[in-house]
């Protein structure tokens, strides 16, 4: 036995590759504040403030009563991957086969599943730069380079096909988009998809299409990836349309050729998504819940169309009108050098909590807000007053 | 851009390591039989055939009223946090900081984090073969390397100080076993355990414990590894002594220098364990449950006092008398000169499900098969009865 120095903890090298959420901190501040006493407006917080409806809840209540409390398949049950490909027919007009849809632990799960069938040690990934953190982070996890590519306002914060023919080299295996975007709430239209999937597929490689804020957008409603091909991967959840956030639940669409290595790799890395969570998601689909998510779409389209002009009225920029999620991604360049120094001050002073643009990448991050109208009216009224009185 | 031939799909060269469960081809038989109106009794599966009790589930229906349905902090609510601790003082006697007891999506969701902080490409994990198999698929998703050390009956089929001091070398970083163990429902008790961790200790490394089946043992209870050391990883589940496989919740024990990482790790790669699932673990220690599991676990001993005699008396040799988990790990070289085929005779020709020693390793795998006692006396009388007009 070779006897190892005692070295303390063993760290792995991708931990300083994977950083914490730097609103965490904001988010610990903000609960000592209220329990000062402090009023805290938070726009900062990535979920819908609405609970999930009533049709899901009791649905979820009737599996309880019934004992739904064993695994599932590991690929999810059969009927709630066959309501998903319903929902695609019926609401977006494209037939995908029921087999191709993979339920996962939410849209991490999804994400897990793609990377860890598809990226080598090395193999490089094309992410827009400022995006959701997770996604560069999951590919450190097994390994991969995530390519953070700067997007700009011109570009609507999103990746290109021209970015993708500008940063693919022999290592780059696939890229990926979110559409509506997190932090930006920006989309990627059907041209703009078509032409980027066009060039990774140039490329010899995949398109990874994130759709987890399906259906919250507000002007004309968006098709899904998956009517421009079965190549993709497109993830997608129950979490934010449907508000279902900590019921765990997502999905991934899988290209045919993946479908056995998907199937290897959920068996072995979560076994099932969880089981209540998957039989109350089957009354997801039903109109009465449709048209109680439809009221709460309308809710946060009149957030948007309020905050989004008071924001600019107190001299935050906004270059891209965002027509989707529930964020403004806002230039606060006007008021301080740096965001995360800004948002900290924003608590303090102001009682506002946002999340400041690290949390999203390196791009110009230093320079933006992210502000979430996942709150009331009257709240986002009152916190617009307290940043009036700040700023 | 450089234009890449196009290559189909590129897979990950780990997945050529990742074996699927052998038994799915069997369960899919089984219900093909079984949809001909053949009966199969059913002998392979890993979970408990009761449901989860009445007080959590009632538990769980009651978080759904109260709309529980937001995201949980990401180490886990804080109460649940402090319930486990608190069952580990009264039922073991011993002290584990809340702090230290981070909430996951499963015993998969523990393994993923231990493993994400600790493995960096090429670090060495030893585990015994045979063994749970998604154990070195993990190690092999952070690109780690899973050394199968083989394991003699003459030692449990548990890994022992002498293996470690015999398989480390400069590039191991950690050991892991599981006590009660799968496949072979073996025990680690405390000298062993205690001259492991002192191995592994002494090679600067880590030991992970599993404790998945820890309360499901059927001589003297056993303590927990938690109160041989604080260095340790403590791997545990709500899934199969509480009966709760489905609602995928389980939980890691980590050593204090390791939890800022496993923070970390948690927000990115799955935010949160399911919401409900944790509301309703909180009735799991309630004297009123822990009454039904005791009279759950008595009945999985009667399981196994009748099946391991009758196995023996059909010509299996069990050389180590299983002392927990519900299975029972059986040579079956006097009937079949490899277990995989063996198990898909006894299927087509006896209706009885098995699950081959292929899906736990390589060594002498083709001598074993596992028996599941998770099925009513009656159906195991039934089973033995099949077997012994087959075999």
């Given at each position: 036995?070779?006897?190892?120095?005692?070295?303390?903890?063993?760290?792995?090298?991708?931990?300083?590759?994977?950083?914490?959420?730097?609103?965490?901190?904001?988010?610990?501040?903000?609960?000592?504040?209220?329990?000062?006493?402090?009023?805290?407006?938070?726009?900062?917080?990535?979920?819908?403030?609405?609970?999930?409806?009533?049709?899901?809840?009791?649905?979820?209540?009737?599996?309880?009563?019934?004992?739904?409390?064993h695994y599932t398949p590991s690929l999810g049950l059969p009927e709630l991957r066959e309501a998903i490909a319903r929902f695609y027919g019926a609401r977006y007009g494209v037939t995908v086969e029921?087999?191709?849809?993979?339920?996962?632990?939410?849209?991490?799960?999804?994400?897990?599943?793609?990377?860890?069938?598809?990226?080598?040690?090395?193999?490089?990934?094309?992410?827009?730069?400022?995006?959701?953190?997770?996604?560069?982070?999951?590919?450190?996890?097994?390994?991969?380079?995530?390519?953070?590519?700067?997007?700009?306002?011109?570009?609507?914060?999103?990746?290109?096909?021209?970015?993708?023919?500008?940063?693919?080299?022999?290592?780059?295996?696939?890229?990926?988009?979110?559409?509506?975007?997190?932090?930006?709430?920006?989309?990627?239209?059907?041209?703009?998809?078509?032409?980027?999937?066009?060039?990774?597929?140039?490329?010899?490689?995949?398109?990874?299409?994130?759709?987890?804020?399906?259906?919250?957008?507000?002007?004309?409603?968006?098709?899904?990836?998956?009517?421009?091909?079965?190549?993709?991967?497109?993830?997608?959840?129950?979490?934010?349309?449907?508000?279902?956030?900590?019921?765990?639940?997502?999905?991934?669409?899988?290209?045919?050729?993946?479908?056995?290595?998907?199937?290897?790799?959920?068996?072995?890395?979560?076994?099932?998504?969880?089981?209540?969570?998957?039989?109350?998601?089957?009354?997801?689909?039903?109109?009465?819940?449709?048209?109680?998510?439809?009221?709460?779409?309308?809710?946060?389209?009149?957030?948007r169309d309020y905050l989004l002009p008071e924001l600019q009225r107190l001299g935050f920029k906004v270059p891209v009108v965002p027509e989707g999620a529930f964020y403004i991604y806002a230039d606060?360049?006007?008021?301080?050098?740096?965001?995360?120094?800004?948002?900290?001050?924003?608590?303090?002073?102001?009682?506002?909590?946002?999340?400041?643009?690290?949390?999203?990448?390196?791009?110009?991050?230093?320079?933006?807000?992210?502000?979430?109208?996942?709150?009331?009216?009257?709240?986002?009224?009152?916190?617009?007053?307290?940043?009036?009185?700040?700023?």
């Open positions: 036995m070779i006897r190892v120095p005692e070295r303390g903890a063993h760290i792995a090298r991708r931990m300083a590759g994977i950083q914490p959420f730097h609103v965490m901190e904001l988010l610990g501040r903000a609960r000592e504040l209220e329990a000062q006493g402090r009023s805290v407006i938070h726009m900062e917080i990535g979920e819908p403030d609405f609970a999930t409806p009533a049709p899901v809840i009791e649905a979820g209540q009737r599996a309880l009563a019934e004992r739904r409390t029921p087999r191709r849809i993979v339920i996962t632990p939410g849209a991490s799960g999804a994400l897990l599943l793609a990377l860890a069938a598809m990226i080598d040690p090395g193999d490089r990934v094309l992410l827009a730069d400022p995006g959701y953190p997770c996604n560069r982070h999951f590919v450190r996890l097994v390994e991969g380079e995530a390519v953070s590519v700067p997007v700009a306002a011109a570009d609507d914060f999103q990746l290109r096909a021209s970015h993708v023919e500008q940063h693919w080299d022999a290592r780059t295996v696939a890229a990926m988009v979110a559409t509506p975007s997190n932090p930006t709430g920006t989309l990627l239209h059907a041209d703009a998809l078509r032409a980027l999937h066009e060039a990774v597929r140039k490329g010899g490689g995949r398109l990874i299409v994130d759709e987890i804020y399906q259906g919250l957008t507000y002007g004309p409603e968006l098709m899904t990836a998956l009517g421009l091909s079965d190549e993709l991967f497109l993830i997608n959840s129950f979490s934010k349309y449907f508000c279902m956030t900590g019921w765990r639940l997502g999905w991934l669409v899988v290209p045919e050729e993946y479908l056995r290595e998907v199937e290897k790799l959920a068996q072995n890395l979560y076994i099932a998504a969880p089981t209540v969570s998957q039989y109350a998601a089957l009354a997801a689909f039903t109109p009465e819940n449709i048209a109680l998510l439809e009221g709460y779409r309308a809710e946060f389209h009149r957030r606060c360049s006007a008021f301080a050098a740096e965001s995360f120094e800004l948002s900290r001050r924003l608590l303090e002073e102001a009682g506002v909590a946002v999340t400041p643009g690290i949390d999203f990448g390196e791009h110009r991050a230093g320079s933006y807000l992210r502000f979430a109208y996942t709150t009331s009216m009257e709240n986002l009224a009152e916190g617009v007053r307290r940043l009036a009185g700040a700023l």
